[in-house]
């Protein structure tokens, strides 16, 4: 990487960072501390508010990366994490399960991956994007993992509503990141032919890796229904669940040596498809920890094996989204790709609680599985990210 391409991804990553760890705080902790509110005693509203920010950033992925395309990435950047701290510190200040619900959709409505990862593609070149991406997905993973240990710790000093305000304090944290740590962003591309929605909706490839960032994040959220339930079955108890997560979340990256390596070899298709298939293998796994005894030993081997392939694809998929789509369409095109996957986590927490509830665990893993296999299929056929692919051709 050059000294530009190195600070770029540094000081993105940060931006993801402080964003992702804002969020990924409240987390742990939301279900429970929520009940505290006027309201908080329906479960179905405590859901709605605890979900609502994956759906109001689905919606809204598309619209922002579409106007990063237009009027420019740091802009739309900067404007969407404003409108993520408004909500972080509306929903700090809330009284009750209402205003705290409208605080999170707020939150939800700074929807900036898209523009983020497009601005990150139009900073570096192609041959090393697949490791700037994976700071980014690594800073999102190592972020994940923190939060497990620290936000029951914070909690208990500043509450709820003070993780809330500590979001808000992130979020303002990555406006100056991006005013004063990113390098220059090229000027929107202007009289080059934009295209249109249907270009990328019509674009095989591109819909591919759509379907597959889907999947991707439905199973990373559906699978977590049940695998702290395992966890405790085998022996180790919720408040010690970090011990687990964090040692293979660090251990796991890695991985991400030879995800370069064979890049550097131009086996990054290989690479993508082997990740796919090995997380089909650990949903299969969990299933026979599922319906047999448990063992932690086993459970910490194939949560190592899921953060390598996860890991993985989220450095990978990106980068090859952001070769294949047409510049001037860049931020469009991830704009889908976000959007289905904040879909993606949707319809993960709700059907894997849904499966859970109507078949038990072992049904989910197996229908984890299956739709990976699924996955594996449709993008066996995709071309190796690069090669000429004319807009608009159908599968």
């Avoid at 479960?43 to 420019?72: E, H, K």
């Avoid at 980068?319 to 289905?340: C, D, E, F, H, Q």
């Avoid at 904040?342 to 059907?351: E, H, K, Q």
């Avoid at 859970?356 to 995709?382: D, Q």
Wanted: glycine residues 12%; hydrophobic residues 55%; charged residues 10%.
């Amino acid at each position: 990487m050059s000294a530009t391409e190195r600070r770029a991804s540094a000081s993105l990553a940060s931006i993801f960072a402080l964003r992702m760890l804002g969020l990924f705080l409240v987390l742990p902790v939301f279900a429970m501390e929520a009940r505290r509110y006027p309201g908080g005693d329906d479960p179905v509203w405590l859901g709605l508010a605890m979900g609502i920010y994956g759906l109001t950033q689905g919606a809204l992925q598309l619209p922002f990366g579409m106007a990063s395309d237009r009027f420019g990435r740091k802009r739309v950047i900067v404007l969407g994490l404003l409108i993520f701290a408004l909500g972080s510190f509306w929903a700090a200040a809330a009284t009750d399960l209402t205003s705290l619900l409208l605080g999170r959709s707020l939150q939800g409505a700074g929807a900036v991956s898209a523009a983020v990862t497009a601005l990150l593609a139009d900073l570096t070149r192609d041959e090393v994007r697949t490791k700037a991406m994976a700071l980014v997905g690594g800073s999102i993973g190592l972020m994940f993992a923190l939060s497990l240990v620290v936000a029951p710790l914070l909690t208990a000093w500043i509450g709820l509503a003070g993780l809330f305000g500590l979001t808000g304090v992130l979020a303002l944290g990555g406006v100056g990141v991006v005013v004063w740590g990113v390098p220059p962003a090229p000027e929107p591309l202007t009289g080059q032919g934009r295209g249109h929605l249907r270009d990328v909706l019509q674009h095989a490839d591109l819909m591919r890796l759509n379907v597959g960032v889907f999947v991707l994040h439905a199973v990373q959220l559906a699978m977590w229904v049940s695998v702290p339930g395992l966890l405790v079955q085998a022996g180790l108890q919720t408040a010690q669940h970090w011990q687990v997560y964090l040692p293979v979340v660090l251990v796991s990256y890695l991985f991400l040596g030879l995800v370069f390596a064979m890049e550097r070899r131009g086996q990054l298709k290989k690479v993508f498809l082997c990740s796919i298939a090995l997380i089909a293998v650990v949903q299969l796994g969990l299933f026979w920890q599922s319906v047999g005894s448990t063992h932690l030993s086993e459970m910490a081997v194939l949560l190592l094996l899921f953060f390598c392939g996860f890991n993985a694809l989220e450095a990978t998929q990106p980068s090859m989204a952001s070769r294949i789509a047409p510049p001037a369409m860049r931020g469009m095109a991830l704009g889908v790709y976000n959007t289905l996957q904040s879909l993606g986590f949707f319809a993960g927490g709700l059907m894997g609680g849904w499966l859970v509830k109507s078949w038990g665990s072992p049904v989910l893993f197996l229908s984890c599985s299956l739709a990976l296999l699924v996955w594996l299929w449709v993008a066996w056929s995709m071309q190796t990210p690069g090669r000429a692919v004319p807009v608009g051709r159908l599968a």
